[in-house]
């Protein structure tokens, strides 16, 4: 079974920034989803084993994914950050795929979780 493990969440102010790090395998399509209270857990970004990346709507030109294979490590920069990116941050690997996937269910091996708060 394979472990996930983030880090790297906290609070920040509305403006701010945060980077979070998952370590992970260079196999996976990896990915960062997140949940807010009371609500569904929601796809944030994921990068291709060849390094493709794709982004929700609400995040984009302000997250950026990235991983490195030789370290088995994969990053989330979070900048611009506003009140409504406040929820559990999870990394996530699939071993099914090696394209962009969306969905959480292309996703096999998840992390913890890493609670990020945004406040004014």
């Known amino acids: 079974q394979v472990q996930l493990a983030e880090s790297g969440g906290g609070l920040v102010q509305i403006g701010g920034s945060l980077r979070l790090s998952c370590g992970t395998a260079s196999s996976y399509t990896m990915g960062w989803f997140r949940q807010a209270p009371g609500k569904d857990r929601e796809f944030v970004a994921a990068i291709s084993q060849s390094g493709i990346t794709a982004y929700a709507d609400s995040v984009k030109g302000r997250f950026t994914i990235s991983r490195d294979k030789a370290k088995n490590t994969g990053d989330l920069q979070m900048n611009s950050l506003k009140p409504e990116d406040t929820g559990v941050y999870y990394c996530?690997?699939?071993?099914?795929?090696?394209?962009?996937?969306?969905?959480?269910?292309?996703?096999?091996?998840w992390g913890q979780g890493t609670q990020v708060t945004v406040s004014s």
């Open positions: 996530a690997g699939s071993a099914r795929y090696i394209t962009i996937v969306r969905r959480a269910t292309d996703f096999d091996y």
